[in-house]
Nanobody, 118 residues
């Protein structure tokens, strides 16, 4: 079975940092583009960051310069390091895997809550 399992969500104060991890299984991890999305209550799910199978990275303007996406294919893991967190970063964060070509398979993690509050 295919699974994306997320770790690292929680409560953090404004200005703090947090690192999310997502471990994939049941897929050939290295050929998938990996991404982080987030969804706050009453808002649409939005793309936060993406890293291609070749390692190219892109970020939403709202997190550019603060968040870093990375991957370790040997560990089947994608990370999102979040720095200088703001209350507006509060959301459920979801891991996404997309094959892009061929079958176009796409998978989602269960989501992990990140709350930025004093």
């Amino acid at each position: 079975q295919v699974q994306l399992v997320e770790f690292g969500g929680g409560l953090v104060q404004p200005g703090g940092s947090l690192r999310l991890s997502c471990v994939g299984s049941g897929i050939i991890f290295r050929i998938y583009a990996m991404a982080w999305y987030r969804q706050a209550p009453g808002k649409q799910r939005e793309l936060v960051a993406v890293i291609s199978s070749g390692g190219s990275r892109n970020y939403a303007d709202s997190v550019k310069g603060r968040f870093i996406i990375s991957r370790d294919n040997a560990k089947n893991t994608v990370y999102l390091r979040m720095n200088s967190l703001k209350p507006s970063d509060t959301a459920v964060y979801y891991c996404n895997a997309n094959k892009v070509v061929g079958s176009g398979d796409e998978y989602w993690g269960q989501g992990t809550q990140v709350t930025v509050s004093s």
